[in-house]
């Protein structure tokens, strides 16, 4: 990774605000957590995020939230994600990626002819089971400190959902798939299981993340080029707060409904509200935060912003996703 050019003065943003996402183009061999202190020293911020982790070997889509976008980080976790990844046939390796130690060798011959039937077995909800190298906890410990350790830990399936999978090339060797999929899905478990059921063992080489929800990587920067801007031009590659929630229906509040929830109280909102998780705006487009709605059509406020934040331009919406509320009386 190229060494970050002049860094924005941290003293400059002392008295303002620098809250949203820049969508980053992470690099390979570089860890998510990596990746966001790189951004926060070129754009001069302490607080900052990511929206989900991808692995050093993996690169491809890491929004990095700063300042009050941090608050809904967790929020695209739950998000669909499309990935590219190319799996090498006739490996399997104890991680499912090309870091781990060989634990099955089989011949690839006719393997590329039944890709597409084994393929259609991993379309759907099925289970899986995670890898040992994951952070998922066993007794209060993540599963990869006993792999680390050679020990290997009970783990139960857990119900996974594909709705994309498909073949992007192909060689005798090697082939790129490009799954879409839920959270909680393995892609590394994915390329392992497809090699098994092959016959020939397989695991991941390399892995892309294209997109998170309605966010793309081609709307990405990579690393390298946002350290060689100015630091006016980083700035330009902000974008608001709620970028990451897009996912989310929407709600607008009147000014009094809006300073009601900002301070943390119920409002009330028509009958044909969207019920659930939504975005709560002002009528003048500005981001106030996440809020509830109940059954009984008021809102409860779920995450606020400390203050109201510009906000992604709101047209497009149907009525369903945009309807205006009013404080309770």
Excluded at 60 to 77: I, N, S
Aim: aromatic share 4%; hydrophobic share 40%.
């Amino acid at each position: 990774m190229a060494t970050p050019a002049t860094e924005l003065p941290r003293s400059r943003y002392s008295e303002g605000h620098l809250d949203g996402v820049i969508l980053i183009d992470k690099p390979p061999q570089l860890s998510s957590n990596a990746t966001v202190q790189s951004v926060r020293r070129l754009v001069g911020r302490a607080k900052a995020g990511h929206t989900g982790t991808l692995d050093p070997l993996a690169t491809g889509l890491l929004p990095v939230c700063l300042g009050e976008c941090t608050k809904f980080a967790g929020v695209p976790l739950e998000a669909d994600k499309t990935y590219e990844a190319v799996v090498r046939l006739g490996l399997a390796t104890d991680s499912g990626d090309a870091e781990g130690a060989p634990v099955f060798e089989g011949p690839v011959d006719g393997c590329l002819d039944r890709l597409p039937e084994v393929l259609a077995q991993f379309r759907g909800r099925f289970e899986q089971l995670p890898p040992m190298f994951s952070a998922l906890k066993h007794d209060g410990r993540p599963l990869y400190a006993y792999a680390r350790a050679g020990t290997e830990v009970p783990r139960a399936l857990r119900p996974v959902r594909v709705d994309w999978l498909e073949i992007v090339s192909a060689s005798e060797q090697e082939v790129t798939i490009k799954v879409r999929c839920r959270k909680g899905m393995y892609v590394r478990t994915l390329a392992h299981d497809i090699g098994m059921r092959l016959g020939c063992g397989a695991h991941l080489r390399a892995l892309r993340r294209t997109q998170i929800g309605r966010l793309s990587v081609t709307e990405a920067i990579s690393l390298d080029a946002l350290a060689g801007l100015t630091p006016a031009q980083r700035l330009a590659h902000l974008r608001p707060a709620d970028s990451v929630l897009l996912d989310l229906p929407l709600v607008e509040l009147d000014d009094r409904a809006a300073q009601t929830v900002l301070h943390g109280r119920q409002v009330e909102v028509p009958s044909l509200s969207p019920q659930g998780t939504v975005r709560l705006y002002d009528l003048h487009g500005n981001f106030l935060g996440l809020g509830l709605v109940q059954e009984d059509n008021r809102v409860t406020p779920k995450r606020m912003c400390s203050r109201r934040l510009p906000g992604v331009a709101l047209s497009g919406h149907t009525a369903l996703e945009r309807t205006s509320a009013q404080s309770v009386k």
